[in-house]
């Protein structure tokens, strides 16, 4: 049985799984996929963990949905990923023609949403496709987890 959830909620959910990203060493990012209210993919960094440069969350996530839905298109999905995707991320979001990307913390170093490529511009996206997005959903819970952690880390390395 389907609940409507609310936006928050996935965004909480993908915050779960930042944490867990968190608990072994990764950049704490998380994502879910949504598809008619209901959660079909979990992900969390795993670079580190898989040696892989391309082992985002949002990546992880959009392979196991598009494994789940024996698809590559994710038609009226949508993503909920705890930091602005980069443009690796954005471009595989915009290819895999989800429907609408929900983001936490702004990345102003390499997000490619709204603060740098402005890949997903709807007004200027150069793809035959269109994502729709929100920004800042549960901003400061996502900020705050990625702040602690880079303030662990740069204890540790000194």
Excluded at 104 to 109: C, I
Excluded at 131 to 146: N, P
Excluded at 147 to 154: A, G, I, T
Aim: proline content about 2%; charged content about 30%.
């Amino acid at each position: 049985m389907n609940k409507n959830h609310s936006k928050e909620y996935y965004m909480k959910q993908a915050l779960k799984q930042a944490k867990k990203a968190y608990s072994i060493d990764e950049v704490p990012i998380g994502a879910v996929i949504v598809k008619n209210n209901e959660i079909i993919s979990r992900a969390y960094n795993q670079r580190e963990k898989n040696h892989k440069s391309t082992a985002h969350s949002e990546i992880i996530a959009i392979e196991k949905a598009c494994k789940k839905l024996n698809s590559w298109r994710l038609n009226n999905c949508e993503i909920y990923v705890t930091v602005e995707p980069c443009p690796m991320c954005a471009g595989a979001i915009l290819n895999s023609r989800m429907k609408k990307v929900y983001f936490g913390a702004l990345d102003e170093k390499s997000g490619a949403v709204v603060s740098n490529l402005h890949m997903l511009d709807l007004d200027k996206t150069f793809c035959n496709h269109k994502v729709e997005y929100e920004s800042e959903l549960l901003k400061d819970e996502c900020q705050d987890l990625l702040k602690d952690f880079f303030s662990k880390l740069r204890e540790r390395n000194k």
